[in-house]
């Protein structure tokens, strides 16, 4: 029974009562919960790494990075030929570039530029150049300087256009960024157990195969550059190839991901700079570069990089993490192959760090006691100039495949070049919309939300812009359109059923359903779409 008296008590009691109770902030519950993994995981690694006190501690450390890494990465291909094709040259005073494509997996064409200097006597040192997130790949102008003060200075460079930039770009109107297309086939991959990482380490690889075997390069002196992506992909290329004499990491993902203090989310990039799963292993992006010692390493950075690039603990991770790395390499009796070179300017391969590359592989790939203070002169070439196909995309000069179509092999779908490229352009567009804050929903028994995008109509027919959707059936590699003026877009047929009511406007779908009928398949799709209003009335930029 409660009386006055218990009343009174629990009162007096109920302050005492909350000073017990651990309230949290429910906004902070991931975000602590991830600091706390990181914090374990970071532990965890330094007490390893602080035990390693002789060579034979480190040569096992790099005996079960390599190994780790290569159950993060997944199964790589068997190796398969090449089928090395020159396209055409490019003669200059002191060089030659060659226009290269290969395969480096049977009917995945990896497009390249060789340059060959005109001056001293073979073997030359070869250097694999990796590029950085650039839309044109291997023609970007910086990257070109680069490439071509090493082939002034003695060295064979091999630059090649990585998966989704330059010639290997996806054919879409508007083009998506080397980010993007790194992580939605990214995405892709992780359904049938493949990464992004693997998928660009294998091309590395490949591409370091062409390298080799070239009869002007010394198979002994091989070395990996890179800016910024590409100083990344000279990490995963380390941790793998043992081909490698010597390697210079430039603007590199040279941050771990498990840190203290851990800043949620943390230092998440595209697809294959995330190493999935790591975690849990105690293996973070450093370890990439533990199977490099004692060959000489360089890690050059850009001290405003911890703004608006990487994270704000990019500096100060990488400082301490290169300082157990040379404290490894003091142990193997090389401290003096490993080095730390820091510029002031923004993120770029700009021409200090030009110079730095210059300089180390100088030093290590031809001996040189000299110290360059001057990059030989340079002169970019157009993206043109360099193309190795006709009109600039793989798939469509060489008849070749994509990631994309890769991926779908592996799940036994049989989808065509055209329907795929939709897929992607499709994807796209989702996501722009979803930004948007669309209210899309899709039609009974597929559970995904409709692709809005504007297209013109077909050829030969005159009136207003109107709107068009296309998407692929889950398990299908087909398109749906619900473009009630076209007779046919992008290979599917229209049938008797479908409306030809006109968007309700310019900017918002059409409220009416549409059915139509795959070409090559007999199911029929219904695409109910909500009365949606955009935040933002206007798609200027999107049509």
Known sequence: MLTRRRMI????????????????????????????????????????LAALRTPADIRSYQAWARTTFTRLVGTLPERSPLNIRTLGAIERDRYRVEKLVYESRPGLFVTANLYLPKTGAGPYPGVLFQMGHSAPGKAYPLYQRCCQGLVQLGHVVLAFDPMGQGERAS????????????????QKMLLVGETATGAMLWDAMRSLDVLAAHPKIDGGRLASTGQSGGGTLTMILAAMDERLAAAAVSSGNTENFAIEPFLAPGSSDDAEQDLI?????????????WPMAPKPLLIAVSAHDFYGTYSPAYERSGREEFGKLARAYETLGAREKIAYFEEPLPHSLSYPMRLAIYNWLERHLNYATRTLDEEPPTNPETEETL???????????????????LVAGRRGVSARPKDRESCMRCSAWTRRLSNRSWKLAAGPGIATARCWRWRSRPPGRSGARRG???RSAPGTGYCWSS????????????SSTTSSRPPASRYAPPTSAAWVTCKGSSRLARWDTLAATP?????????
């Not at 054919?171 to 990214?186: C, D, F, I, K, Q």
């Not at 193309?387 to 179509?405: I, L, M, N, Q």
């Not at 933002?536 to 049509?543: A, I, L, N, Y």
């Open 171 to 186: 054919p879409v109107t508007p083009p998506l960024s080397p980010t993007r297309e790194h992580s939605m086939a990214g």
């Open 483 to 494: 473009n009630p003026t076209a007779a046919t877009v992008r290979g599917t047929r229209r």
């Open 277 to 289: 799963g790591s975690g849990p292993l105690g293996f973070d992006r450093w370890d990439m570069l």
């Open 387 to 405: 193309r190795c196909g006709k009109t600039g995309v793989t798939t469509r000069d060489f008849e070749g495949t994509s990631p994309a179509r």
């Open 535 to 543: 935040r933002r009335r206007s798609m200027r930029g999107h049509r």
């Open 468 to 470: 068009s959707s296309c």
């Open 9 to 48: 008590a629990a009162t007096l009691a109920a302050p005492a009562l909350r000073a017990q109770i651990g309230y949290r902030d429910y906004a902070r519950c991931l975000p602590d919960y991830l600091s706390s993994l990181a914090a374990a995981v970071y532990s965890r690694r330094n007490q390893r």
